[in-house]
């Protein structure tokens, strides 16, 4: 996924001051009968239901969301219909629970009896309707169980799952434990620095990360985890282990570690922000191969590091460079852009479209290449997305590589992720990418010059076969490209023309590093790459 990230700026406004504003305008005054009696279908009283004091669902965390949706989504929307949805989604955790809009009334019905009757709000209001949303959830919650026993994160869930699912496949709520898990992972967290392998109640260090605390106090893969703050590590799950690793940083962890048997040591580690690297490198027949997971804070950095490691211990006999984003799901978008930046010297990188004017924005290359120009082929399959297709589209339509696998996702659009005031996140698809020959990713996704993935299709040298005989057709892909945005039937061709497929893993490498051992079979399959641009953008 690419991202773009934007912190809400709600907490500088008093939540009560707002609430306040909201309730004083007169939009949403109940009967008196809704206020303080609900009637079922007989008309006989219905029983409000005996609370705890449940914890309260809060307005702004609906005031800032939906604020979010309608300045920033793609395209224009209505309230009309997501306010009411959002409601709708309450019967996820009752079904007895009812939301029905009849003109300008809203109505909440809660085993077959009217619970309340609302004014709407606006089409365009969406701090009215944040209003509204609470309101009917309170009201909500007096007479049916399941939502008073529910927790308001359950109910945030269930509103915002029914307002995204009237936007598109890719915006939607994360809820605060997975959104703090995806944060970590984007952007970092207080830790140490190692990852643990846990098996037969042992715990062991693995991966630690270069230049991490952990890594400067000489904690080695393979070190055994005895006692993390004193506390035994066998008294630990793992999410308890990973929490007591993880925290505020400049704070000190005591951990015990013993190696190969030896004696247990005390080991004191002052937690540094940590970004999980998702770099790994190796070099196999002379060329340098680069794994590349997904896109976070640290991966232009890291793949730098890589790049420099590999050529400083190859040297002259290097014959190329593989990127390997097979299986990527995408990441940071100005990483992405980083990432191809350090091997194009000019031109554009990719442009965004959307509504909001910060969303158009134009990408270009820096002159310089961290590769002096070494040949370098990217590797994609069906489960290369958005920031990963950012990459190989660039480097493919600036004639820098050559792609080989299959055709990519197809998902051309960048997510702005908002984070909400009660840490959950709230991801808005805000514009669609285009890449430097002017095509959009949505849908089409990235066709790759040499395809590994038709059937039968299992010897290197015979999938070579067609560049190196010539019989490969560049103008066909560019001419369905240029009509797949609004030709189901050109879109449907461009898809077929490298259907992705489950195969051999180690076909696509061995394609990879033959073509990269011809020089004159990668200049061809380079100078084939570089497509007349579809449209100026």
Known sequence: MAIRDRNAQSRVSP????????RGCGRFAAPATAAFLALNAHGNPVQAVPSADPASVSEQVFAVGFGKIAEVYLKPVSFDQLGVDGLKGLTVIDPTVKVERANSTVRLYVSGGLAAEYGAAGAAD???WATLT???IDRARLFSPPLALATPERIYQVVFDGVTADLDGYSRYTGVQRATNERAQREGYGGIGVSLDIANNRVTVRDVLPRSPADRASVRDGDQLLAIDGELTTRLNEADMRDRLRGPTGTIVMVTLARDGGTPRRVPLRRERVVPNTVSSSVVDQVGVIKLERFNATTASNLRDAVAGIRQNVGRNLHGLVLDLRGNPGGLLDQAVSVADLFIKRGRIIATEG???DSRQRFEAAPDDIADGLPLVVLVDGRSASSAEVVAAALQDSGRAVVVGASSYGKGSVQTVTRLPN????FLTWSRIYTPAGYTLHRQGVQPMVCTSRAGQTDPDALLGDLRDGRLRPTQIASWRAK????????????????WKEHEPELDLKVATRLLAEPGLY???????VVNTVAER
């Open 126 to 128: 969406a701090a009215g």
């Open 355 to 357: 509504r909001h004017p």
């Open 523 to 529: 200049q061809r399959a380079v100078a084939l790459a």
């Open 423 to 426: 840490d959950g996140e709230l």
């Open 134 to 136: 609470t309101r009917v």
């Open 15 to 22: 939540f009560q001051a707002l609430s306040r504003r909201l």
């Open 484 to 499: 797949a945005a609004d030709d189901e039937q050109a879109l449907a061709s461009l898809r077929e023309s490298c259907p």
